[in-house]
């Protein structure tokens, strides 16, 4: 955080020539209420600041946490892709209609099968 020293002098005192611009005409202006309400606008805008200054980090801080997991997540996209190629591969280099069983025994019905042959009285 920057902190600008600050030194407050009285405001020039106005040209005899120029005419005075107020809100209020009737009211008469201090040099005492004009340097207390600037120092007060400074103090907002110095909290302002710094409360621009905590979101700031706040969200660096959340971008960070982002980041790692988006590289955590190409990380395993790239694991998966690698997966995948080897699980084709090895499925080109099976024979057709391969599936463990001996070529001259049929394939041995399921569970299911069993079942409902059963029920049928087969």
Do not use: C, F, N, Y
């Not at 407050?8 to 106005?14: G, N, Q, T, W």
């Not at 621009?52 to 892709?81: F, I, S, V």
């Amino acid at each position: 955080m920057v902190v600008v020293p600050v030194t407050l002098e009285p405001p020039p005192a106005p040209d005899p020539g120029e005419p005075e611009t107020r809100s209020d005409p009737g009211k008469p202006i201090s040099v005492r209420d004009s340097a207390g309400a600037a120092v007060a606008e400074l103090a907002t805008l110095r909290e302002r600041v710094a409360g621009w200054e905590r979101l700031g980090a706040e969200l660096a801080t959340e971008r960070d946490a982002w980041r790692d997991q988006a590289a955590r997540h190409e990380e395993a996209a790239q694991q998966l892709r690698t997966l995948v190629a080897q699980a084709q591969q090895l499925t080109r280099a099976l024979p057709a209609g391969d599936d463990g069983a001996p070529p001259d025994q049929p394939p041995r019905p399921g569970p299911w099968q069993r079942l409902r042959r059963r029920l049928r009285g087969e």
